[in-house]
Nanobody
């Protein structure tokens, strides 16, 4: 059974930091590209950060570049999102996404974790 479980969300003051984790099971994690998305109230889902299966390529939305860092531990089948200098506009539900690109793409999603940035 495929599972993606996000954790690490919560309430933080502006300027603070959080580290999200997405622990996975049930599929070959090392073969999948991993992504963090977020959806803020009343807004479209936004791709925040990407890391390819080898871990050597990462990419970030302009809105988080220089503040967020995505990383992965293939031995633990886990992907992380270190979020620094958080601002109220970072408030959203953050989702972990796994994608395998092949003859037919395979996609898995987590349930999301709430991040609230407020004083």
């Amino acid at each position: 059974q495929v599972q993606l479980v996000e954790s690490g969300g919560g309430l933080v003051q502006p300027g603070g930091s959080l580290r999200l984790s997405c622990t996975t099971s049930g599929f070959e994690f090392s073969a999948y590209d991993m992504y963090w998305y977020r959806r803020a109230p009343g807004k479209e889902r936004e791709l925040v950060a990407s890391i390819f299966n080898g871990g050597g390529y990462t990419n970030y939305a302009d809105s988080v570049k220089g503040r967020f860092i995505i990383s992965r531990d293939n031995a633990k089948s886990t992907v992380f999102l270190q979020m620094n200098s958080l601002q109220p506009e970072d408030t959203a539900v953050y989702y972990c996404h796994a994608r395998h690109i092949g003859l037919r793409p395979i996609d898995y999603w987590g349930q999301g974790t709430q991040v609230t940035v407020s004083s």
